[in-house]
């Protein structure tokens, strides 16, 4: 099976050297040059554009920045739709908002192509090993003829839905996220200024109804969790400026949808004031900065 892989980043390099090592034949698209030589020394094939990577494919995945991007891939003169042969099954594995998602998938479907979503969690740790979620928004029949391609990126493969019911699910859960790990935060800071071990309150946190995925497995105050972004300086793990990104993707999808997100947006603005002071790089738990007295 030949698939068209355009988007070849710090999750789509690894996603598609995963295809690569389970056999699969690549036409790979990207920008960046540098990483199309490395993809093309472990066998995949350069193509010059989307539409030329698109028009020899059984099937086309792409993973993109944002929705400006995959609407210039799927719709430009030399994009995916100009080339590729209809019924030939497409997934967009890029986070961006469902109604460009939908746009895009009815622009696909005037010409007999099956376009879906498929937003992955699981960072690029995830990509690298082969254990990302997807959450796939797409018709049946798409689901069924990726899962098992998808099987060779990912370990948990949900079929949320219609198209666009991935994104729905991705931006919900992040929206979720960002603003757990604020109250997280919030949590600790005022148990530390209070006099309390914060070890203590960690254990009691997350033995307790206050317990959630960012008190116990990923908790932004130093020492409490070994493997956290906080036990090495808020470094390598989900970027506050990924979760900036998402949460505007929230927002603004509730704006569409006249649907009140205010804690979202209580949350996107924290976020914003992090990148604002030059912190966006930083792991996003890294928003506990804002509550503490006293660095360590
Ligand atoms: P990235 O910026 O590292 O990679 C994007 C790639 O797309 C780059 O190689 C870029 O050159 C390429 N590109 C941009 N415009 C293009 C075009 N017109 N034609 C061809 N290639 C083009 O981004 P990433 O971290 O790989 O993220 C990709 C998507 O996955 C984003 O939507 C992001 O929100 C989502 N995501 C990222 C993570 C993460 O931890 N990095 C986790 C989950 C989801």
């Not at 020394?41 to 059984?58: E, H, L, R």
């Not at 995916?80 to 908002?97: E, F, H, K, N, Y």
């Not at 927002?251 to 030059?278: D, K, N």
């Amino acid at each position: 099976m030949r698939i068209a892989f355009i988007g070849l980043g710090n999750m789509g390099a690894p996603m598609a050297r995963n295809l690569l090592k389970a056999g699969y034949q690549l036409n790979l698209f990207d920008l960046n040059q540098g990483v199309l030589a490395e993809l093309s020394a472990m066998g995949g094939q350069i193509s010059t554009s989307p539409k030329d990577a698109a028009a020899t494919a059984d099937a086309v995945i792409t993973m993109l920045p944002a929705a400006a991007h995959v609407r210039s891939v799927y719709l430009n003169e030399d994009g995916v739709l100009a080339g590729i042969r209809a019924g030939t099954p497409t997934l967009d594995c890029s986070t961006i908002d469902p109604q460009t998602a939908r746009q895009v998938s009815e622009a696909a479907k005037a010409k007999g192509v099956d376009l879906g979503d498929a937003p992955v969690s699981g960072g690029t740790g995830g990509a690298a090993a082969g254990t990302l979620t997807f959450m796939v928004g797409a018709s049946d029949a798409l689901f069924t003829a990726f899962k098992p391609v998808l099987a060779h990126m990912g370990r948990n493969i949900v079929h949320c839905g219609g198209v666009g019911t991935g994104q729905i699910a991705k931006i919900c859960n992040n929206l979720l996220l960002g603003i757990s790990m604020i109250g997280v935060s919030e949590a600790m800071a005022l148990g530390d200024a209070l006099g309390i071990d914060t070890q203590v309150l960690a254990g009691i946190i997350n033995s307790s109804t206050g317990r959630c995925w960012s008190s116990d497995t990923y908790n932004p105050w130093p020492g409490v969790i070994d493997t956290a972004p906080a036990a090495r300086g808020y470094t390598g793990g989900f970027g506050a400026e990924l979760m900036l990104k998402d949460l505007g993707l929230a927002t603004e999808a509730a704006r569409q949808a006249h649907q009140p997100v205010i804690m979202g947006a209580v949350a996107q603005q924290l976020y914003q004031a992090m990148s604002l002071r030059g912190e966006g790089g930083k792991d996003f738990s890294a928003i506990v900065e804002g509550y503490r007295r006293r660095m360590e």
